[in-house]
């Protein structure tokens, strides 16, 4: 069995991958999984993670506040300065250029507190970074909208604190109570969790990709290009900051993470709550929905190698 947990940590990307291009070339294979369940399949992820991790790890964390907000300030003026950038460098229709932004503009995802623990990063700093930017984003989000693409959304503040609430801070904790009253248990279980976390990852990249197969395919090369460029940046730049600071390595790889993968989701229910008379606004945000999950994957076995 550990041999077999083994095999499925390695090929992480390369198998992620496979489930993608399966999923787009055969919706059907994913398609009847609706993608209500992706929030509670990654409700498991967070609980996986809560039995590696220690409430001491959470201490070190918030007893340093300024690597939280640091790595948040770089989010919200890389992603957003990138996303506008590219809309200009490209010159993108209005449309599709609204839609890059408003995922520039999102706070981080909760795929990149998977990401970060699969790439052996600090997983307590991107927990505090996705907690910190989640409840930034009602106020900072309409407002880098607005400055960047000229127009102001609404962003539901309750609905998305309840999901990280839900989706990361209850499973992480339950995570935390096991490891505390059960540790005999915990302790077996730990050597199979990146390889349960990557099926996982697999399952809703199949659901992802499955359910967008039509907006994947009639994007375009030119708007796929684009988010591959502003999710590969983000990494990037968001290590170099990391380096710059002279933060750990855990650290760095930990921002790198949060700041190249967004809440694509939220850019999505954005552009056709707000944006209906612009169709195209969704796709960007479903594209990066689907990338930002194989990239990461990618960058995982890039930084625990």
Same mark, same amino acid.
């Given at each position: 069995?550990?041999?077999?947990?083994?095999?499925?940590? /390695?090929?992480?990307? &390369?198998?992620?991958?496979?489930?993608?291009? $399966?999923?787009?070339? !055969?919706?059907?294979?994913?398609? #009847? $999984?609706?993608?209500?369940?992706?929030?509670?399949?990654?409700?498991?992820?967070?609980?996986?993670?809560?039995?590696?991790?220690?409430?001491?790890?959470? #201490?070190?964390?918030?007893? /340093?506040?300024?690597?939280?907000?640091?790595?948040?300030? &770089?989010?919200?003026?890389?992603?957003?300065?990138?996303?506008?950038?590219?809309?200009?460098?490209?010159?993108?229709?209005?449309?599709?250029?609204?839609?890059? @932004?408003?995922?520039?503009?999102?706070?981080?995802?909760?795929?990149?507190?998977?990401?970060?623990?699969?790439?052996?990063?600090?997983?307590?700093?991107?927990?505090?970074?996705?907690?910190?930017?989640?409840?930034?984003?009602?106020?900072?989000?309409?407002?880098?909208?607005?400055?960047?693409?000229?127009?102001?959304?609404?962003?539901?503040?309750?609905?998305?604190?309840?999901?990280?609430?839900?989706?990361?801070?209850?499973?992480?904790?339950?995570?935390?109570?096991?490891? /505390?009253?059960?540790?005999?248990?915990?302790?077996?279980?730990?050597?199979?969790?990146?390889?349960?976390?990557?099926?996982?990852?697999?399952?809703?990249?199949?659901?992802?990709? *499955?359910?967008? =197969?039509?907006?994947?395919?009639?994007?375009?090369?030119?708007?796929?290009?684009?988010?591959?460029? +502003?999710?590969?940046?983000?990494?990037? @730049?968001?290590?170099?900051?990391? /380096?710059?600071? +002279?933060?750990?390595? !855990?650290?760095?790889?930990?921002?790198?993470?949060?700041?190249?993968?967004?809440?694509?989701?939220?850019? *999505? *229910?954005?552009?056709?709550?707000?944006? =209906?008379?612009?169709?195209?606004?969704?796709?960007?945000?479903?594209?990066?929905?689907?990338? #930002?999950?194989? *990239?990461?994957?990618?960058? =995982?076995?890039?930084?625990?190698?």
């Amino acid at each position: 069995m550990k041999q077999i947990c083994g095999f499925i940590s /390695r090929w992480m990307a &390369a198998l992620v991958l496979l489930v993608a291009l $399966i999923a787009l070339v !055969e919706p059907d294979t994913f398609v #009847h $999984i609706d993608t209500w369940y992706i929030n509670p399949i990654l409700g498991l992820i967070m609980f996986g993670m809560g039995l590696t991790l220690s409430a001491q790890d959470f #201490h070190i964390v918030f007893s /340093r506040p300024k690597d939280v907000l640091l790595g948040c300030l &770089a989010q919200f003026t890389i992603m957003p300065l990138l996303a506008w950038l590219l809309a200009k460098a490209f010159a993108l229709p209005e449309e599709l250029a609204l839609g890059v @932004i408003l995922v520039g503009c999102c706070p981080g995802g909760t795929s990149s507190n998977v990401i970060t623990f699969l790439a052996k990063g600090d997983l307590a700093l991107s927990v505090g970074m996705t907690a910190t930017s989640t409840v930034l984003a009602p106020v900072l989000t309409p407002l880098l909208v607005w400055l960047l693409a000229g127009t102001m959304v609404d962003v539901d503040t309750i609905g998305m604190l309840m999901s990280i609430l839900y989706v990361v801070i209850a499973p992480i904790a339950g995570g935390l109570l096991c490891q /505390r009253f059960i540790p005999k248990l915990t302790e077996k279980l730990v050597a199979y969790l990146p390889a349960f976390s990557t099926l996982m990852i697999m399952m809703v990249v199949g659901i992802v990709v *499955s359910h967008n =197969a039509g907006k994947l395919l009639a994007g375009g090369v030119m708007i796929i290009l684009v988010v591959m460029l +502003h999710n590969l940046s983000g990494y990037g @730049i968001g290590y170099m900051i990391g /380096r710059m600071l +002279h933060l750990k390595k !855990e650290k760095c790889i930990a921002v790198s993470i949060e700041v190249g993968m967004q809440n694509s989701g939220l850019a *999505s *229910s954005l552009a056709v709550l707000h944006f =209906a008379v612009y169709p195209l606004a969704t796709i960007p945000g479903a594209i990066f929905s689907v990338w #930002h999950n194989i *990239s990461g994957a990618m960058m =995982a076995k890039l930084y625990r190698s």
